[in-house]
């Protein structure tokens, strides 16, 4: 009861931090119907959106490690993340200037991911079956080929401006002015993926055991892989359109998630999310407040937490 | 007499402007508490109404390096807290295409008139820029006198008496081409920019070819000529006296700095020229 608390309790604190800390005071908010307004209007939205984010990403991760029975498999390890921005900033390059872009920047983000992650989990079921260091190295070189890739499309968009205003909108800052909507979608997402995915938390818990003996256990891979990957790559591309990148959030959330509520993914699945927007609001409320007057983009403070702790875990795990 | 008044009534009602997003802007009393998202507009709105009439500027309005106008008046920046400028509630909000979609739209929800400038990679588009927000702010003949004298400067610049050729190296090996602002003062100076048929917009150049290239003159940014400069064949263009220096704020702006920018471009390089208008080795 107590380890079902604690999630919750962080969650509270952090959501407290997140609408507390602002540029005005919650004095002032609670005394002025017109600054209540711009609480509800512009502080309220932009923290759904963080949490929303930070949960979605979580369930992402959950699902990624237990699909390739590999802690270290996120998809921002595997490089799943990087395309989907990378197919971001090219649907954004092509469509910025129209209406269209809306539909068009995460449909060719969540295409993008899916894909990449079936095509993983294709690889992880064959060729490297059973080889961590492949898994992570290939992932390593996915990873460089669509930061590359993203970083020739911008310096090749930026040499025309109609194309590289929209693209340079995307890149700055990452959850400025958010509103219900983008709030809302991403509940959207994350709630599909929930109702989606809690059902199979029980096949993952017996693919933990081995393929074989979740095979004799009564579980269909193939119909399991198909359908926790179209999840993994809704999530991830959703949340790399709306929000753009958030490192090591689907990493190191169900790696502690599951060090304090132990391996059972249906356990996992349900708090997971939990941390995941817990972490990615505290890491908002960071970047706002602790370099003032400067203002960093969450990515930067997770990637910054979280590349120690891959690190570390890497260390603990030898793999090094 | 019913004719003239209403000749009157219609000069005095500012006329709907045309932003970068298509829509028309019009507001039927002069704004008092202006917001600005890009340094250009802070510089032009600063011009156009003063210190008194604006709200919030960005960070970069207040660094000597992007302008040199006095902003210390303006204590609220609009970079930095999008709840405080609303809060502050502004009845114009002047942004730019590069600035967050979203955020324009939060505005827009507040229903606080926005206006989005577009294009300024010509000395032409920054004046259409200012004679817009002239008319949006109702400050029309201030508008036409700051663009007279920008024009008044730029005539004012008597040719060398052969183009001399320039090339800037902006930060990280940027070279501003083809359909740049940098390109439009160059020409208003007298000059030629060499990128000019080398490269479409900003865009990294081949170091070889920058060598190919034989500018007449370098520009660089800054105050003076005396930083070295990384890259060894920029640093020996350097070394042989063949470089100016143009503030950043410059070549940075999209305002009526724009005139100072090439007036500041023409008077380095012809010091720099022979009686020939040939550059001086």
């Not at chain 1, 199979?200 to 095979?215: M, N, V, Y």
């Not at chain 1, 908002?284 to 891959?310: K, N, Q």
């Not at chain 2, 002069?30 to 156009?48: F, H, M, N, Q």
């Not at chain 2, 500027?57 to 609303?86: G, P, Q």
Request: charged residues 15%; aromatic residues 6%; hydrophobic residues 50%.
């Amino acid at each position: 009861m107590t380890k079902t608390l604690f999630p919750l309790g962080a969650l509270a604190i952090a959501l407290a931090l997140a609408l507390a800390l602002g540029g005005l005071p919650l004095s002032e908010i609670l005394s002025h119907p017109d600054q209540t307004m711009i609480f509800l209007h512009v502080r309220l939205p932009r923290v759904l959106t963080v949490a929303f984010a930070g949960a979605a990403l979580a369930i992402g991760g959950v699902l990624t490690q237990g699909l390739f029975r590999n802690d270290l498999a996120a998809p921002s390890t595997l490089g799943v993340s990087t395309a989907a921005h990378f197919a971001a900033i090219c649907a954004l390059a092509v469509f910025g200037g129209m209406w269209l872009h809306w539909l068009a920047v995460p449909t060719i983000a969540v295409a993008t991911a899916i894909l990449l992650t079936a095509l993983l989990a294709t690889a992880s079921g064959g060729f490297i079956r059973g080889h961590t260091g492949t898994l992570l190295l290939l992932g390593l070189a996915i990873n460089a080929l669509f930061g590359a890739a993203a970083a020739f499309v911008t310096a090749y968009t930026t040499t025309d401006p109609t194309r590289a205003l929209p693209l340079l909108s995307y890149l700055s800052g990452q959850f400025t002015a958010k509103g219900f909507e983008h709030a809302g979608l991403l509940f959207i997402v994350f709630g599909f993926a929930m109702v989606c995915t809690l059902p199979a938390g029980k096949s993952l818990d017996r693919l933990a055991l081995g393929e074989d003996i979740a095979q004799n256990l009564g579980i269909d891979r193939r119909n399991l892989t198909t359908r926790l990957t179209l999840i993994v790559g809704l999530v991830d591309g959703a949340v790399a359109a709306f929000a753009g990148m958030l490192p090591f959030v689907s990493l190191i959330v169900p790696i502690a998630a599951r060090r304090l509520h132990g391996p059972h993914h249906r356990t996992l699945l349900l708090l997971a999310p939990v941390y995941g927007a817990t972490l990615v609001l505290l890491a908002d409320a960071a970047g706002r407040y602790l370099f003032l007057p400067a203002s960093i983009d969450v990515g930067i403070i997770t990637g910054l937490v979280g590349a120690p702790v891959f690190l570390a875990i890497l260390l603990r795990r030898g793999v090094a | 007499m019913l004719l003239f008044s209403l000749w009157i009534t219609l000069l005095a009602t500012a006329a709907p402007v045309e932003d970068a997003r298509g829509l028309l802007v019009k507001l039927a009393e002069p704004p008092k508490r202006i917001a600005s998202y890009s340094v250009g507009s802070d510089e032009i709105l600063l011009d156009l109404v003063g210190p008194e009439r604006l709200i919030a500027v960005t960070s970069l309005a207040h660094d000597r390096r992007y302008s040199d106008r006095d902003f210390s008046k303006i204590k609220l920046k609009t970079d930095t807290d999008l709840e405080l400028v609303i809060a502050a509630k502004p009845d114009l909000v002047v942004l730019a295409t590069f600035n967050r979609r979203e955020v324009v739209k939060k505005f827009s929800d507040f229903n606080i008139p926005t206006f989005v400038m577009g294009d300024f990679t010509s000395i032409a588009a920054v004046e259409k820029n200012i004679v817009d927000i002239g008319k949006l702010v109702h400050a029309q003949d201030r508008a036409k006198a700051l663009v007279a004298t920008m024009e008044e400067k730029i005539r004012a610049l008597v040719p060398p008496k052969q183009t001399p050729t320039l090339l800037l190296v902006a930060d990280g090996g940027f070279v501003p081409g083809k359909g740049t602002l940098f390109t439009a003062i160059a020409i208003a100076a007298g000059c030629q920019n060499i990128a000019e048929n080398l490269v479409d917009g900003f865009n990294r150049v081949d170091r070889e070819r920058l060598a190919q290239l034989k500018p007449d003159f370098l520009v660089l940014p800054g105050e003076d000529t005396s930083r070295p400069v990384a890259d060894p064949l920029l640093e020996k263009m350097r070394l042989a006296g063949r470089a100016v220096a143009i503030p950043e704020r410059y070549l940075s702006s999209i305002s009526t700095s724009v005139a100072d920018a090439a007036v500041a471009l023409h008077s380095q390089i012809t010091a720099k020229l022979d009686t020939q208008g040939k550059a001086i080795k």
